[in-house]
């Protein structure tokens, strides 16, 4: 079903927005748990790193809506200014992540061969958030392609949210693949639907984009833990003892 042409651009404007602001909240009630409670309630203390990429990751939700809002408002050459500026934010979010994962795991799970699992994972994100906004940003001048990539790239980092949503609940079994995987990619199929609602179709960018983010957070999932895993995770932290420690 197509909407009107007035009430397909009002939907349009809105579902970026909405979905910039949400990200907002799901970042601060995501890490409540595990971040902004113990930092603020129980004074714990972290690692800079942990702060550092704490800025990277809300510095690029924040200029998201800000983006989104510099368009609406016909601010293009701000748009285009705070873009370039997004660059740095973009490279700062690929750095810190593989960062804190190796301190959790050298901290926290004394980086025995089992704890650099976990390694693989935010090093694979940290790549793929990165190609996603760098097609996004050579893409800047086809405003519909370039949106749904930096759409793409903030759904991709917000899953890290998600799981942590799992803490307000009563344990279940798989429940991070619930979160992480179920409700993490939720976003992309809606984004699908909305898509086919107010044009008629789902852009090529949102419909293979999205796969391919949901084949590459499945993949994941499916692997975790297997030997081949293991043994490329184990590799990934011995480079990454050689460059951070």
Request: glycine letters at 10%; charged letters at 10%.
């Amino acid at each position: 079903m197509r909407l009107g042409t007035t009430n397909s651009l009002t939907v349009l404007r809105f579902r970026f927005l909405a979905f910039a602001a949400f990200g907002i909240a799901l970042a601060v009630a995501g890490f409540f748990p595990t971040y902004f409670r113990p930092l603020l309630i129980d004074n714990a203390s972290f690692a800079s790193i942990y702060h550092v990429h704490g800025l990277f990751g809300a510095a690029w939700l924040i200029l998201f809506l800000c983006q989104t809002l510099f368009v609406q408002n016909g601010r293009l050459a701000l748009h285009r200014s705070a873009g370039i500026l997004g660059i740095g934010v973009v490279l700062g979010v690929m750095i810190t992540l593989p960062w804190v994962a190796y301190e959790e795991v050298s901290n926290q799970l004394q980086g025995d061969q089992g704890a650099t699992d976990f390694v693989l994972g935010p090093v694979l994100d940290a790549l793929t958030f990165g190609v996603l906004t760098g097609v996004g940003f050579m893409k800047r001048k086809d405003p519909n392609a370039h949106k749904r990539w930096m759409l793409l790239a903030t759904v991709l980092l917000l899953w890290v949210a998600w799981v942590r949503l799992r803490y307000y609940f009563p344990a279940f079994p798989h429940n991070f693949n619930v979160f992480s995987f179920g409700l993490g990619m939720a976003p992309i199929p809606v984004f699908w639907l909305l898509d086919r609602m107010t044009t008629g179709a789902v852009h090529p960018v949102l419909l293979w984009g999205g796969i391919g983010l949901l084949l590459e957070q499945g993949l994941q999932l499916l692997f975790f833990g297997t030997q081949g895993w293991s043994a490329l995770a184990h590799a990934v932290y011995q480079a990454l003892t050689h460059l951070l420690a």
